[in-house]
């Protein structure tokens, strides 16, 4: 078994053939946890997570999707047809979706400060409402026992800052930050979610640092598809290329090649970590 802690089969970019994808994940082993990003999104993960073996649910609002009238984004058309940035976010809504069996944690939410209105005020303004936020989405998780999955893009200090004040433990999708950074997270006592992004972003010093059994693998398709996985795409191009989760065996052998470990080592301490944090 090969755990992908963080996928998106719910999204548009698979209505063409999610069954397809589906079933290649369970022939090879695979499992995942499927994420949303805002109500529908998490509602979507649910349901897939209902109707097919190896599959689980996380429920959560996406930063990127917390009503503001600071600024406007453009929608991801792999994501689904309604822009970000609309979603009020509602908890007992997000309860009574946990009521699912198939829900192992909550997420993903966070902070992501990339895009970020003009002007010092509006600034502040659309961070501290981000920061609002994730704390109830936090407060949701504490009460319901799940674990965190956590999406933070130029906000470390902040995030940090904030999941200090709580006794909450999970992943940090897609880490992308320093080894102080990672150091920091660790003793929270959070894992390390590493995905193709590692074949873009330079964090090899990191991923040798980090304790095997603090790392959990991810996909985080459609996105990030790894390198190897591009030619084997119908698009053959790494910005274009869609991901899927079977795809997360080329990011176990970049950390085994990374550590000095076997494929094997890295995969089996992965899906343990992955299956103690969510309790699959």
């Not at 529908?40 to 917390?66: C, D, V």
């Not at 991923?207 to 084997?232: F, G, H, N, Q, S």
Request: a negative charge; hydrophobic letters at 40%.
């Amino acid at each position: 078994m090969i755990i992908d802690t963080h996928s998106h089969l719910n999204f548009k970019a698979y209505d063409a053939d999610r069954g397809e994808v589906i079933k290649r994940t369970q022939v090879a082993g695979g499992v995942c946890i499927d994420v949303g990003t805002k109500y529908e999104t998490s509602q979507h993960a649910i349901e897939l997570a209902e109707k097919n073996e190896g599959i689980y649910a996380a429920i959560g609002m996406h930063p990127i999707h917390i009503k503001t009238d600071l600024m406007k984004l453009h929608m991801d058309l792999d994501e689904g047809d309604f822009a970000p940035l609309g979603e009020v976010f509602d908890k007992e809504k997000y309860r009574e979706l946990a009521k699912s069996k198939k829900v192992v944690a909550i997420g993903e939410v966070g902070l992501d400060y990339y895009y970020k209105p003009k002007g010092t005020t509006k600034k502040e303004e659309f961070k501290e409402n981000q920061r609002k936020v994730f704390i109830q989405q936090i407060e949701l998780a504490e009460e319901l026992g799940l674990p965190l999955i956590v999406h933070c893009r130029m906000a470390h200090e902040d995030a940090l800052a904030i999941l200090e004040k709580h006794k909450v433990s999970g992943t940090i999708h897609c880490f992308t930050g320093t080894w102080e950074e990672a150091e920091k997270y660790l003793a929270l006592g959070f894992c390390i979610g590493i995905n193709g992004i590692i074949f873009k972003f330079d964090i090899d010093e990191i991923i040798r640092k980090i304790p095997l059994d603090k790392i959990v693998v991810e996909t985080d398709c459609p996105y990030l598809t790894p390198l190897p996985a591009v030619a084997l795409a119908k698009e053959g191009t790494a910005k274009d290329a869609r991901n899927e989760p079977i795809f997360v065996k080329h990011v176990i052998q970049k950390i085994a090649d990374l550590k000095g470990l076997s494929f094997d080592e890295v995969a089996s301490a992965t899906t343990a970590n992955a299956k103690k944090l969510f309790k699959i």
